[in-house]
């Protein structure tokens, strides 16, 4: 049983910055790629950011210079830098992550958080 657990959104003025958090518990061997995504209302759920186990990082052309992946391999835990956040950034912001299992590896599967609700008001 694995789970993923957001926290760090709230609601904040343009301009301002937030830190979201992903932790990651549970029957854990290994966490491959991990990422970010976020769903605003009656959108489809976009990609912001992805960081591999090495540290490669990835950005939707909209949050690159404003915000920074990063992870923790040793705590299994992946943040999200959020700075200058404009009003379109608001979205229900959701962590990924491929994680195996000792009985699973070297194959791995793909896990969802609940989410945090990001609200960027003007």
């Known amino acids: 049983q694995v789970q993923l657990v957001e926290s760090g959104g709230g609601l904040v003025q343009a301009g301002e910055s937030l830190r979201l958090s992903c932790a990651a518990s549970?029957?854990?061997?290994?966490?491959?790629?991990m990422g970010w995504y976020r769903q605003a209302p009656g959108k489809r759920r976009e990609m912001v950011a992805t960081?591999?186990?090495?540290?490669?990082?990835n950005y939707a052309d909209s949050v690159k210079a404003r915000f920074t992946i990063s992870r923790d391999n040793d705590e299994n835990t992946m943040y999200l830098q959020m700075n200058g956040l404009k009003l379109e950034d608001t979205a229900i912001y959701y962590c990924?992550?491929?994680?195996?299992?000792?009985?699973?590896?070297?194959?791995?599967?793909?896990?969802w958080g609940q989410g945090t609700q990001v609200t960027v008001s003007s």
């Open positions: 990924n992550a491929e994680i195996s299992s000792h009985h699973s590896y070297p194959a791995s599967y793909n896990y």
């Open positions: 549970g029957t854990i061997f290994m966490i491959n790629t």
């Open positions: 960081i591999s186990r090495t540290g490669n990082t």
